[in-house]
């Protein structure tokens, strides 16, 4: 499993997380950031699987993707 973060107040909504996410789990929030714009966000964290694309396509660097090690 893994633990996307996104700093909402950064978030352009330019939304090429969303079409790169294999999951499509990645959507803009209804709400606004301080910017004036939809931030990106995660709607079923337990369906990432933690291939880092969204935190790659990202212009702003605002995506962080944490994956939890397996234990043996």
């Known amino acids: 499993m893994a633990t996307v973060t996104?700093?909402?107040e950064?978030?352009?909504g330019c939304e090429l997380c969303i079409t790169v996410c294999p999951e499509k789990i990645i959507?803009?929030?209804e709400?606004?950031?301080a910017m004036g714009f939809h931030p990106a966000t995660v709607v079923e964290m337990?369906?990432?699987k933690g291939c880092a694309m969204c935190a790659?396509?990202?212009p702003?660097?605002?995506i962080e993707v944490e994956k939890e090690e397996k234990q043996a």
């Open 6 to 8: 996104f700093r909402e």
């Open 27 to 29: 959507i803009l929030a």
């Open 46 to 48: 337990g369906r990432c």
């Open 60 to 62: 702003d660097v605002i």
């Open 31 to 33: 709400h606004y950031n």
């Open 56 to 58: 790659r396509m990202c």
């Open 10 to 12: 950064r978030c352009k």
